[in-house]
């Protein structure tokens, strides 16, 4: 190898999402240089990590910061308090959202957000463009793509966001043109609307009820119109936040026919239930979709297994329970006007780590779920890998460690932990982000601004159909 190595990680067992082996880690400029038994020296600094599992930084491809909501309300978290919290947790990339303000050109919402994470990242980013009005999309693309910001956000709901059908066709054919991945929310707005005003017509107004009035047939519905959609347009799509088994199953049967979609789930569908929305305090639990039952949450388990559901994300939305967030309508304040979200992007790697753990699940599948995918479809090559020319973005992970979650032992601002009262095995303990170490003994040691953009390649796009080819000029 030459001269000194900036590092050299000691007597570990390197997991990636293909395997486990006992194996040390050799960093320099930033990169992994080599992985492999016994490296020799020197090294600026060696790390002795023996009985512990070396692992890659997290991916987090779906959070919410410094973004003002629908109706108008700016979210409890910066780019730095959030990427603290997701460093702390064992996330050494987070992809968020530049949200388009509507009479805005994208390419200003996007120089906004990218100014605001030049001056607060602390760790690697990018981001999903919010399309709230694609009029000048066609014009604002080609330049964005060009620079790296290959994603965009297409929501099928929430007035402020929602496009309707012809419009997400016509930002799906733009978005595979300049090869851009199209992540989207998909539940069918009128049958959110319709069931929202019978319950509010009723008086049915406690947050129980917003579970109701996000029915699972909402999801069924536009998961299965988005998938046609790509089908036909040749898009490739993540389907985001997966909440049903039906949904879950309409993305295995379009993966089986090699169609380009994808999907994730979080860790809150997959562990908590609509019982949450009981508690006195069940604002804190709204997001949405919002979380099902036990034969939902069996279904997704499943699909993660069988790869149906390629990730894990947070869909990190934090909103503190005050007058600034959750409870900006009153403490009684109807379903309807409560934030939707939660804080998660610190405890995601814990949550998932132990949950599959819990079902005898391997820790390579833990790798993929929450770092090797995430990286491999939002286009960041660099990212959850450990091999020699990956980025040396590494997580000394400790197994038997066990925290128990209280009320505000976050470090995002949302000011409350969905998870008091859980306990997980596993935990971050030293965290390394481009070869520097980013955490250690509980203190981040990155600097706001220290955490670099990531721009994106080209995502490869799928075939439309026969029709929109004809009608594209595309010859077969
Ligand atoms: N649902 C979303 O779609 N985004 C943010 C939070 C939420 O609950
Ligand atoms: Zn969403
Ligand atoms: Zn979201």
Redesign the pocket.
């Known amino acids: 190898m030459g001269g000194a190595v900036d590092l050299l990680i000691r007597g570990g067992t390197v997991v990636t999402a293909d395997r486990s082996y006992p194996a040390d880690v050799a960093v320099t400029g930033g990169r992994i240089a080599a992985v492999g038994p016994r490296l020799p020296g020197p090294a600026v600094r060696e790390i002795d990590v023996t009985g512990r599992l070396v692992i890659p930084g997290g991916v987090d491809p779906h959070a ?1 910061l410094e973004q003002r909501s629908g109706a108008g309300l700016m979210n409890a978290d910066t780019f730095e308090s959030a990427h603290r919290a997701a460093l702390l947790g064992g996330t050494t990339t987070v992809v968020s959202f530049a949200a388009q303000p509507p009479g805005t050109r994208p390419r200003e919402a996007v120089a906004d957000y990218a100014a605001r994470a030049a001056r607060g990242a602390l760790a690697d980013h990018a981001f999903h463009l919010i399309v709230a009005d694609p009029s000048h999309l066609a014009r604002d693309l080609p330049a964005l793509a060009e620079a790296g910001h290959r994603s965009l956000k297409l929501f099928t709901t929430y007035p402020a966001v929602r496009l309707d059908d012809r419009q997400l066709i016509e930002v799906m054919v733009l978005a595979r043109r300049h090869g851009a991945l199209c992540c989207i ?1 998909a539940e069918t707005d009128a049958l959110l609307s319709w069931t929202r005003d019978a319950l509010l017509a009723r008086g049915l107004t406690q947050p129980p009820f917003h579970a109701v009035a996000h029915p699972r047939l909402a999801e069924i519905d536009a998961v299965e119109r988005m998938i046609r959609f790509a089908e036909f347009t040749g898009a490739r799509i993540m389907l ?2 997966i909440s049903t088994a039906e949904a879950a199953e309409a993305v295995r049967r379009a993966k089986a026919r090699g169609l380009p979609v994808h999907a994730e789930t979080c860790p809150h569908y997959l562990l908590t239930g609509p019982e949450v929305l009981d508690r006195p305090d069940g604002a804190k639990w709204m ?2 979709p919002p979380q099902r039952d036990a034969a939902d949450r069996a279904a997704l388990w499943a699909a993660l297994e069988d790869g149906t559901i390629d990730l894990v994300s947070s ?1 990190h ?1 934090p909103y503190r329970m005050d007058a600034s967030g959750k409870l900006a309508h009153g403490a009684d304040a109807p379903f309807d006007r409560i934030a ?3 804080p998660g992007l610190e405890p995601r790697m814990a949550l998932v780590w132990d949950a599959l753990a819990r079902r005898g699940l391997p820790p390579e599948l833990f790798v993929r779920l929450t770092a090797e995918a995430p990286a491999r479809l939002h286009g960041l090559p660099g990212k959850g890998r450990i091999e020699g020319g990956a980025d040396a973005d590494l997580v000394i992970w400790t197994p038997e460690a066990t925290r128990a979650w209280g009320a505000d032992d976050l470090h995002d601002n949302a000011g409350y932990n969905p998870w008091e009262g859980h306990t997980t095995k596993g935990a971050p303990e030293t965290v390394i982000l481009g070869g520097r170490v980013a955490v250690e003994g509980g203190r981040v040691l990155a600097a706001p601004g220290s955490g670099r953009f990531l721009p994106r390649p080209p995502f490869p796009q799928g075939t439309p159909a026969e029709e929109a080819r004809i009608a594209l000029g595309e010859t077969p």
């Open positions: 919410h929310h985001f936040h997001c949405s869909d939305a939707n979200g939660m």
